[in-house]
C-alpha cells in the first residue's frame, strides 16, 4: 500500500474552536480531507490555543509559537511554520490567506509544493495601515505566481487575480462551506443573556472596523425609537483578537444601547442562537465568502447584508441587501423584517457550499500535484 500524501496546513491561527472564518473554514474541511487518505498535519500558533491536544478528528495538531503583534503575527508564524513542515516531511503545504502566502517562494525553495487559499484581500480591511496593506499585497502577489495551485472562494477573487496577475491556469473556485445546522434549545444560556426566543437580531463575527457592527447598533437603535414598543433586543456574538480603539468603543456604545455581547461562542450556546434569531445582519464592507451568512441560512434565517460583491455573490433576493454603510436604510430594512412574523423561516439553496464536496474537490488537487 503507498504511503500516504504528507499535507501541512498554515496560515490559520489553529483548530478547534478558534474564532475566525480561516480557522472554520479549516476546522470543517480538513478532517473530511483526513478521511481521504490524506496525512494532515494543521500548524497552529500557541497563543490562540486552548485545548492541549495532539490530534482532532484525525487531523494533527502541532503547536508553533508566534508573537501575539498582528503586524508580524502571520509573517512569523509562517516562516516558523514552514520550517517545520519541511521537518516533518511535508510534501505539500497549503497556505491559507494572503499574509501567510508573502512566504510561498520561500516554501518552494524548501522542496515543498505548495496550494495557496486566497479567502479575500485582506488589505482592503480598515484596520491595516499603508505598509500592512504594501505587505498583504505583496502576499497575495507571492502567493498567485508562485504557488503550484490557487484555491480561491469566490468568483469575485477569481478575477482579482485573473486581472491583476495574469493567472488562470491551475486556480480553482471552491466555495467556502456550512455544515448542516444543529437545531437546538438551551433555555438557562437565554435566561443568562436575558433575551427570548425569537425576540431578537443576530450578528455574529470579528469585533474589527470593517464588519461594521457599529451601523449594526446604530440601525437598531434607530427602531427601537421608532418602535419603543418593542421587546426585541440585538445580541452580537463575536469579539475582537486584538482590542483596541474600534473594540472598545463598539462595546461602550453596545452597551449604553441595551445591545447584549455574548463573547466568541460556538458549539451548542451559538448554534441555539442560529436556531432562536428573528433575523441575521452582516453589515461588513469587507468580506471573501462570509461563512458566517451560510451558517445564518442553513438556519433558515431571514438575513440583511451589505451590498458588497462577495454578499451578492450568494445571490440573495433585492430585499436582503442594503447599501453599504447606509445605516437609515439597515433600519428601514430591519422595521420590514421585524414587523414580520418572528417565526418566519426562508429555505434557502445551499448545494453549492456542501463541505464533502468541498473536500473532494480539494483532495483532486492535492492528488494532481
Given at each position: 500500500?503507498?504511503p500516504?500524501?504528507?499535507i501541512?496546513?498554515?496560515?490559520?491561527?489553529g483548530i478547534?474552536?478558534?474564532?475566525g472564518?480561516?480557522e472554520t473554514?479549516?476546522?470543517e474541511?480538513?478532517?473530511l480531507?483526513?478521511q481521504?487518505?490524506?496525512?494532515?498535519?494543521?500548524?497552529r500558533?500557541?497563543?490562540?490555543?486552548?485545548?492541549?491536544?495532539?490530534?482532532?478528528?484525525?487531523?494533527?495538531?502541532v503547536?508553533?509559537?508566534?508573537?501575539?503583534?498582528?503586524?508580524?503575527?502571520?509573517?512569523?508564524?509562517?516562516?516558523r511554520?514552514?520550517n517545520?513542515?519541511?521537518?516533518?516531511?511535508?510534501q505539500?503545504?497549503?497556505i491559507?490567506?494572503?499574509?501567510?502566502a508573502i512566504l510561498?517562494p520561500?516554501a518552494k525553495?524548501?522542496g515543498?509544493k505548495?496550494?495557496?487559499?486566497?479567502?479575500?484581500?485582506?488589505y482592503?480591511?480598515d484596520?491595516?495601515?499603508?505598509?500592512?496593506?504594501?505587505?498583504?499585497?505583496f502576499?497575495?502577489?507571492?502567493?498567485?505566481?508562485?504557488?503550484d495551485?490557487?484555491?480561491?472562494?469566490?468568483?469575485?477573487?477569481?478575477?482579482i487575480?485573473?486581472?491583476?496577475?495574469?493567472?488562470?491556469?491551475?486556480?480553482?473556485?471552491?466555495?467556502?462551506?456550512?455544515p448542516?445546522?444543529?437545531?437546538?434549545d438551551?433555555?438557562?444560556?437565554?435566561?443568562e443573556?436575558?433575551?427570548?426566543?425569537?425576540?431578537?437580531?443576530?450578528?455574529?463575527?470579528?469585533?474589527?472596523?470593517e464588519?461594521n457592527l457599529?451601523?449594526?447598533v446604530?440601525a437598531?437603535?434607530?427602531?427601537?425609537?421608532?418602535?419603543?414598543?418593542?421587546?426585541?433586543?440585538?445580541?452580537l456574538?463575536?469579539?475582537?483578537?486584538f482590542?483596541?480603539?474600534?473594540?472598545?468603543g463598539?462595546k461602550?456604545?453596545?452597551?449604553?444601547n441595551?445591545?447584549v455581547?455574548?463573547?466568541?461562542?460556538?458549539?451548542r450556546?451559538?448554534?441555539?442562537?442560529?436556531?432562536?434569531?428573528?433575523?441575521y445582519?452582516?453589515?461588513?464592507?469587507h468580506e471573501?465568502?462570509?461563512?458566517?451568512?451560510?451558517?445564518?441560512?442553513?438556519?433558515?434565517?431571514?438575513?440583511?447584508?451589505s451590498?458588497i460583491?462577495?454578499n451578492l455573490?450568494?445571490?440573495?433576493?433585492?430585499?436582503n441587501?442594503?447599501?453599504v454603510?447606509?445605516?437609515?436604510?439597515?433600519?428601514?430594512?430591519?422595521?420590514?423584517?421585524?414587523?414580520?412574523?418572528?417565526?418566519?423561516?426562508?429555505?434557502?439553496?445551499?448545494?453549492k457550499?456542501?463541505?464533502?464536496?468541498?473536500?473532494?474537490?480539494?483532495?483532486?488537487?492535492?492528488?494532481n500535484?
Amino acid at each position: 500500500m503507498a504511503p500516504l500524501k504528507k499535507i501541512v496546513v498554515t496560515g490559520t491561527r489553529g483548530i478547534p474552536n478558534i474564532m475566525g472564518g480561516v480557522e472554520t473554514h479549516c476546522e470543517e474541511l480538513f478532517p473530511l480531507v483526513a478521511q481521504k487518505n490524506f496525512d494532515v498535519t494543521i500548524i497552529r500558533r500557541t497563543n490562540y490555543v486552548t485545548e492541549n491536544n495532539s490530534e482532532w478528528k484525525g487531523v494533527k495538531l502541532v503547536d508553533v509559537s508566534s508573537p501575539k503583534k498582528k503586524s508580524f503575527e502571520a509573517i512569523i508564524h509562517t516562516f516558523r511554520a514552514i520550517n517545520t513542515a519541511k521537518k516533518i516531511g511535508a510534501q505539500i503545504l497549503h497556505i491559507h490567506a494572503i499574509g501567510p502566502a508573502i512566504l510561498t517562494p520561500y516554501a518552494k525553495l524548501r522542496g515543498m509544493k505548495v496550494v495557496f487559499t486566497h479567502h479575500g484581500p485582506d488589505y482592503d480591511r480598515d484596520k491595516w495601515g499603508f505598509a500592512a496593506k504594501t505587505m498583504l499585497k505583496f502576499g497575495e502577489r507571492m502567493g498567485c505566481m508562485f504557488a503550484d495551485d490557487v484555491i480561491v472562494i469566490s468568483n469575485v477573487i477569481k478575477k482579482i487575480i485573473s486581472d491583476k496577475y495574469n493567472r488562470t491556469k491551475r486556480v480553482h473556485l471552491i466555495y467556502n462551506g456550512v455544515p448542516e445546522p444543529d437545531v437546538v434549545d438551551f433555555p438557562t444560556y437565554f435566561e443568562e443573556l436575558g433575551i427570548e426566543k425569537e425576540q431578537y437580531v443576530l450578528g455574529m463575527c470579528r469585533f474589527v472596523p470593517e464588519k461594521n457592527l457599529h451601523h449594526l447598533v446604530e440601525a437598531f437603535a434607530s427602531f427601537k425609537r421608532s418602535h419603543p414598543e418593542t421587546k426585541i433586543k440585538l445580541v452580537l456574538a463575536g469579539d475582537a483578537d486584538f482590542e483596541d480603539d474600534y473594540s472598545w468603543g463598539l462595546k461602550k456604545m453596545a452597551k449604553e444601547n441595551g445591545v447584549v455581547l455574548t463573547g466568541f461562542v460556538k458549539g451548542r450556546k451559538l448554534h441555539s442562537l442560529l436556531t432562536n434569531a428573528s433575523c441575521y445582519v452582516l453589515p461588513s464592507s469587507h468580506e471573501g465568502l462570509p461563512i458566517s451568512l451560510l451558517e445564518a441560512m442553513s438556519y433558515k434565517l431571514p438575513v440583511i447584508v451589505s451590498d458588497i460583491p462577495a454578499n451578492l455573490e450568494v445571490g440573495l433576493p433585492q430585499d436582503n441587501y442594503f447599501h453599504v454603510g447606509d445605516v437609515v436604510q439597515l433600519s428601514e430594512k430591519l422595521g420590514a423584517v421585524l414587523m414580520k412574523s418572528s417565526s418566519t423561516r426562508v429555505p434557502y439553496d445551499l448545494s453549492k457550499y456542501k463541505w464533502q464536496t468541498i473536500a473532494d474537490q480539494v483532495a483532486v488537487i492535492y492528488d494532481n500535484l
